[in-house]
Every structure is written in structure tokens, then in C-alpha cells.
């Protein structure tokens, strides 16, 4: 079974701090994908990433950043947290190809909040 | 730019019913749709992927079907559980590598 690995469940933080979230696959996904996701929104993309030191961005990567040196793992940045910044945070990973076949796979989401 | 939309946003059946869930997308061309479940405080649990060459795909009491050329799939619960319960969400694969999401439908089965 794919397995997608957020490091915390649960996290608290105080305006201004530096954030990292971070994100494991074991099945040696080429993509991997960062969400976030709030009452009435849905899921949004902030950032993915098709390859190792490769990134793209999504649709709100303002206030944000990510870093992937090494294949299985995938981090979000936030530089400074903001009050806006209290969300889910989800992290995916798929194979990429064939297309047809790309499925994504989901960790079990970081509840963010930002005091 | 594709557009997902999922109705109804929110349902309530009796334990035992039948039901059905609907996803709208607007750009046809696409690789594949993937339904999800989401369980309160969860992340997403695949259910089903149907390839774009694909009209249903089955999974014990869960069913999904595509009709790609009026850019519509639905699931269809049967005999649905109280354990059934969740938010369900549709993704749509047309940009190769990238996902756009429906917002979900909350279904909750009544005992």
C-alpha cells in the first residue's frame, strides 16, 4: 500500500514564526502536491512538484514556499505564519505516468493553526 | 479553466437506501476522474478511478460511472451503511499531472 506521511497531525503556532511542514512517500512517486483546505473553499493547490528540485505553482502559493531535495519527500514552507495561514494543510503524491493511470494518493492532512 | 462542481452539496438517507452522487466538469478532455472519501479531520481515501477509455468502474457496493462527452460521472452507493457517512469528492485529471477538485457532497446515513 502507498503510504503518504505528514509529520504532525496537529500544530500551533505564533504570527511571524517559520513554519515547516513536511511530507513522506514510499512508493517512489515522481509527483507530489501540497493543499490546503478550509470550510466552503474546497481543496486548493499552493504547490507541486514533478521531480526532485523541481516545483510549480499552484493556484495561492502567496506566502509560501516548498522544497523537494530528495524524491520521497516534499516540505511547505510558510516564512512567516500569518492568522490566514490556519487551514488543513493536505500533501499527495502520484506516479505521474501513464496519464490515464495517474492517481493521487493523500496523507492524513496537519491542522494548522496560527494564533 | 476546468471547473468541478459536485451536487447535491449535501444529502441525508435512511440506512438501507440507494443513492446517487453527481460530478460536473466543463473541459471533456480529460486523462482520468478519481472519487474520494474524506472522513471529518481526515485526509482523502481513493475510492474508484475511471480512465477516460472507461464508461464505470466497481468497487464492492460503490459504483462510478463517465459520461465524457456531457462531462458527467456519478456514484451510486448501494445499500448504504451509516459507516457510509463522509464527504465525497471528485477530482478530474485533464492538465496531465495536476487535479481539479469538485468542493464535495456530505452524506450522512441515518441509522
Known sequence: DVKVTQSSRYLVKRTGEKVFLECVQDMDHENMFWYRQDPGLGLRLIYFSYDVKMKEKGDIPEGYSVSREKKERFSLILESASTNQTSMYLCASSPGLPLAKNIQYFGAGTRLSVL | KQEVTQIPAALSVPEGENLVLNCSFTDSAIYNLQWFRQDPGKGLTSLLLIQSSQREQTSGRLNA???????????????SQPGDSATYLCAVNNYGQNFVFGPGTRLSVLP
Open chain 2, 65 to 79: 460511472s463517465l459520461d465524457k462527452s456531457s462531462g458527467r460521472s456519478t456514484l451510486y452507493i448501494a445499500a
